[in-house]
């Protein structure tokens, strides 16, 4: 019988429906490998430092199972997301994280849920690793973990025995995978099903809102930014960007990908398909008018930038995104 440990962070406003989900997820992939082989695949405990834990100002309670100092060994352990609370999060769980790095270093396999993430790179195990998070929180990440390799278009990622996933309710996806590679992928299909999950799913870039890294403090960046973002329409010259601002070449790309995370002509091309997508979802203007106001003349060249960075064809996101299109 195997061991699964859903950990229940200390601190009121961290998140109660990634805890609530991965258990039933697990407790149903359970029910029916029990219906199948006639015995139960995992024991599954909640488990933390205090006795209770209140979430949303007390509204709703979770007493675990057991505490952290009575699990000897487990072989999965599943930490929830942090909701935006993850700098205390992380400073008022120095025990658990102890606790996680342990257990692996013992043979245990870690997930963490989307802000779930600090937790774990607190740790130290993310460490020259791929990692995903939510989209929302990947500036902060990078900047309190610049040794982990953070990879937001990325839905689930999977190397050493260390998952992690994106944002929000996708931890249902990571759950399901879970379920593929502990279980089987016939009891994975089964709880897609019952929990109407969509298998498969790798990528949240579409769901990311590009909003830009505007906190480093670097003020030539930052009107580098804000001119990149003034000339939507045009195409951005990096090498007059840089001569404006009396900077070579080499030392202003060196400057913006330390200040921003990106080239400046990635930072070019987000700001564009932001400023491409938001018009798709809520304009009648045709592709080709939205693909000409941010900059672009070459259809090809637009669907492939497009593409890369939301995961789809401006086509594609128009379906999916603007109601008009949708409904008709």
Known sequence: MKHLTIIVPEGEGNNLSSIVGAY??????????KANHKKELFTIQLAGISKKIDFYDGLFTVKPHTNISSIRKTNLIIIPSLNHNYQKAVKGNKELIEWLTNHYKEGAEIASICTGAFMLASTGLLDGKSCSTHWSAANNFKSMFPNVHVQTD??????????????????????????????DRQTAIFCSKVFQIEMDRNSQSAFAIFSGQKTHGDEMVIKAQAFIE????????????????????????????????????????????????????SSRKTINEIMYEVGYADVKAFREVFRKITGMSPLEYKHKYNREATMG
């Open 24 to 33: 039933k997820i697990f407790n149903k992939a359970n029910e029916q490998w």
């Open 154 to 183: 990325k839905l689930i990622t999977d190397e050493n025995g260390i998952y992690t996933n994106g944002g929000a309710y996708s931890f249902l996806n990571l759950m399901i995978y879970l379920v593929e590679k502990y279980f």
């Open 230 to 281: 003034s000339k939507l329409n045009e195409k951005v010259s990096i090498e007059q960007l840089s001569s404006r601002f009396s900077v070579g070449r080499r030392n202003f790309d060196r400057r913006f990908i330390k200040a921003t995370g990106n080239t400046p002509v990635e930072y070019s091309q987000r700001v564009k398909i932001e400023s491409a997508k938001k018009a798709i979802e």
